[in-house]
């Protein structure tokens, strides 16, 4: 892993960037490539929640020949409507208000953020982030340190990508992904373990980008963009 900076999503410094629209089609990651698998337990999300932008699968095409031989990518959502990137940041800020003291609402828009993005920001509904982890030859997880989009809080924090208070093994499984997903230019929500995104505002930040490539769409706008390509 490269030196991680951590910046939170709900850092002015995110929602301070411009974007440039890109009108990138979407594809569906269930077709896309036989070596990259999809799990369906979300799917009740969005008839979408398994399609990204074209470069965002590409780039996991690509990155996937970085993994060792017999490990596989395991997708766990791609695009999430605004809806319910809104309904899940409203109950993440409505937990932290209940377990803390501080009361303070930039503390808890921040707490809130470590595990899911403010709406305005937000890279899923964008279409440039995915939740992923990997798979062995049996298609059984990895031992990535937590389950897969568990609570920080509720974890000792340890879903931050760089957490110590997890085994040996997970650690040097998070190097795996880590090495995969970054040497084609994908960029971790420190975190989170499974959160990587490309193009969205976040990734503009973390890679001193002038502008961020994707604006957040509806599931019509999607649609749209199908039938354009
Ligand atoms: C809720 C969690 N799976 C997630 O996606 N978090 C990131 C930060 C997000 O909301 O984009
Ligand atoms: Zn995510």
Excluded at 151 to 173: G, H, K, S
Excluded at 189 to 202: I, N, P
Excluded at 208 to 224: G, H, M, R, T
Aim: hydrophobic share 40%; aromatic share 12%.
């Amino acid at each position: 892993m490269n030196e991680l900076r951590k910046i939170l999503m709900s850092d002015p410094i995110v929602s301070s960037i411009n974007v440039h629209p890109s009108q990138e089609p979407f594809v569906d990651l269930v077709h896309f490539d036989p070596d990259i698998v999809v799990d369906q337990s979300l799917s009740n999300r969005s008839r979408y929640f398994s399609f990204v932008r074209f470069s965002v699968a590409n780039k996991l095409s690509l990155a996937k020949r970085f993994l060792p031989k017999g490990i596989r990518f395991l997708i766990k959502e791609g695009y999430r409507p605004l809806h319910i990137q809104q309904r899940a940041f409203e109950r993440a800020l409505q937990r932290v208000k209940e377990n803390s003291s501080n009361q303070d609402l930039d503390y808890l828009m921040a707490e809130a953020s470590k595990y899911v993005a403010p709406p305005n920001v937000a890279p899923h509904p964008t279409g440039g982030a995915v939740d992923l982890t990997l798979i062995d030859s049996n298609g059984i997880e990895l031992d990535l340190g937590t389950p897969f989009d568990a609570i920080p809080q509720e974890t000792d924090y340890a879903t931050f990508f760089d957490a110590t208070n997890i085994t040996v093994q997970a650690i040097q499984n998070r190097q795996i992904l880590a090495h995969a997903l970054q040497s084609v230019g994908f960029v971790n929500y420190f975190t989170e373990w499974w959160h990587w995104s490309y193009g969205d505002r976040y990734w503009a930040v973390m890679t001193n980008a002038d502008q961020a490539l994707y604006n957040p769409v509806s599931e019509q706008e999607l649609f749209n963009l199908l039938q354009k390509a």
